[in-house]
T-cell receptor, first 112, second 116 residues
Framework: KNQVEQSPQSLIILEGKNCTLQ??????????LRWYKQDTGRGPVSLTI?????NTKSNGRYTATLDADTKQSSLHITASQLSDSASYIC???????????FGAGTTVTVRA | KAGVTQTPRYLIKTRGQQVTLSCSPI?????VSWYQQTPGQGLQFLFE???????NKGNFPGRFSGRQFSNSRSEMNVSTLELGDSALYLC???????????????FGPGTRLTVL
């Protein structure tokens, strides 16, 4: 079973609307969690990195939250733009071996 | 600063052949990680090199190997190619001096490998 589960698998939103993506993980002990944005045909780009002591971090219109107790994270996109259409990947790093566990990603499509 | 570069961008091989992919990290970065991305499995970690030493390894067979040179450039080799090796191979560089993956990773555009 994957140690990082993302939901929904895909979503479609209208330009200007907000949306929230979810990431649940079982990696323990945990070092850090990061969100990446991957445009079609390109490599992922880091949006946020959070350690267990952080519970929110923003990068422009992207805000990530982390609840280390429940092992849940969310990525909130505010006032979506067409350029937000991409796959968003949640990645968790273990504390002892620092190996990275990847979620399958959420594909976001923003429509005008 | 120039970003992470990968060559070639596209490659077509046949089963049984071997392939070598190249990655040049951002100047000053000593950590280079390799990933395989497929529609079915998503992103999977292959291995990480730091200062010419393999520091972490994922769960891939021995057909997948890599190395890092003194200038931090890295190569990945896949021998005896199988159809299932068709994927996007991504390279990422970071400082990651402590090895705890808290530094931002910067990804290259990837090499699209097709095995026929």
């Amino acid at each position: 079973k994957n140690q990082v589960e993302q939901s929904p698998q895909s979503l479609i939103i209208l330009e200007g609307k907000n949306c929230t993506l979810q990431c649940n993980y079982t990696v323990s002990p945990f070092s850090n969690l990061r969100w990446y944005k991957q445009d079609t045909g390109r490599g992922p780009v880091s949006l946020t990195i959070m350690t267990f002591s952080e519970n929110t971090k923003s990068n422009g219109r992207y805000t990530a939250t982390l609840d280390a107790d429940t092992k849940q994270s969310s990525l909130h996109i505010t006032a979506s733009q067409l350029s937000d259409s991409a796959s968003y990947i949640c990645v968790v790093s273990g504390l002892n071996d620092y190996k990275l566990s990847f979620g399958a990603g959420t594909t976001v499509t923003v429509r005008a | 600063k120039a970003g992470v570069t990968q060559t070639p961008r596209y490659l077509i091989k046949t089963r049984g052949q071997q392939v070598t992919l190249s990655c040049s990290p951002i100047s000053g970065h000593r950590s280079v990680s390799w990933y395989q991305q497929t529609p079915g499995q998503g992103l999977q970690f292959l291995f990480e090199y730091f200062s010419e030493t393999q520091r972490n390894k994922g769960n891939f067979p021995g057909r997948f190997s890599g190395r890092q040179f003194s200038n931090s450039r890295s190569e990945m080799n896949v021998s005896t190619l199988e159809l299932g090796d068709s994927a996007l191979y991504l390279c990422a560089s970071s400082s990651n001096i402590a090895g705890d993956n808290t530094d931002t990773q910067y990804f290259g555009p990837g090499t699209r490998l097709t095995v026929l």
